[in-house]
């Protein structure tokens, strides 16, 4: 299963600098990261090198691997 795929089209999305990118459907993506236990959106954190999530509605750190990540649109003005 690849890790990185276009919700539209399935193929697997570029990195570029900020974001994700289809080649075929020529739209950027952002990951979103859910969290398991409130459904709200949560904040990337970089502590010692390793990511983790904070649920601002929680309180409280969430692991990266309980978390459910999504790819989102990036709306191009
Ligand atoms: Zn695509
Ligand atoms: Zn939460």
Redesign the pocket.
């Known amino acids: 299963m690849q890790e990185n795929q276009c919700p539209k089209c399935q193929s697997e999305l570029r990195w570029q600098k900020e974001g994700y990118h289809c080649d075929f459907c020529q739209i950027d993506f952002k990951k979103v990261a859910y ?1 398991p ?4 959106e ?1 904040e990337k954190l970089n502590a010692c090198g390793a990511a983790s999530y904070f ?1 601002h ?2 309180n ?1 750190l ?1 692991s990266k691997s309980r978390a459910k990540t999504e790819f989102s649109e990036i709306a191009i003005s």
């Open positions: 969290c236990d409130c459904n709200k949560m649920c509605d929680c409280e969430k």
